[in-house]
């Protein structure tokens, strides 16, 4: 069984918009996955754009979370953009248990 962890604590922020501060509106990402039988690993690292275009209930800065901030990142890819990044870390930890392809330095000149 595969075990994903988000870590959404790097953010961009606008310090003023729409009359609330230091606004949330890009984040930085990475997406993990272990294996809890083979402790393989893989992992995802990228970047989500949030819509700040209708704030209803604004969370200042301080009172932020990981799990909030995760939150807002899967709400923004939606459930199939999720699954896809899912699939692929599985995917990586599936090549690491049955490689297909290593790499290989040639000694000699």
């Avoid at 995760?70 to 896809?84: C, L, N, R, Y």
Wanted: hydrophobic residues 35%; glycine residues 8%.
């Amino acid at each position: 069984m595969i075990n994903y962890s988000w870590d959404c604590k790097t953010v961009d922020v606008y310090l003023s918009d729409g009359g609330n501060e230091n606004v949330v509106y890009n984040v930085h990402y990475r997406l993990t996955g272990e294996d809890s039988e083979t402790a393989y690993i893989g992992d995802v690292i990228g970047t989500q754009v949030l819509d700040i275009s209708n704030i209803t209930n604004f969370v200042p800065l301080s009172s932020l979370t990981n799990e909030i901030i995760t939150q807002w990142v899967k709400d923004a890819m939606g459930t199939e953009t999720v699954a896809k990044l899912e699939e692929n870390i599985a995917g990586q930890i599936s090549q690491q248990a049955e490689p297909t392809s290593i790499t290989i330095t040639i000694d000699g000149e």
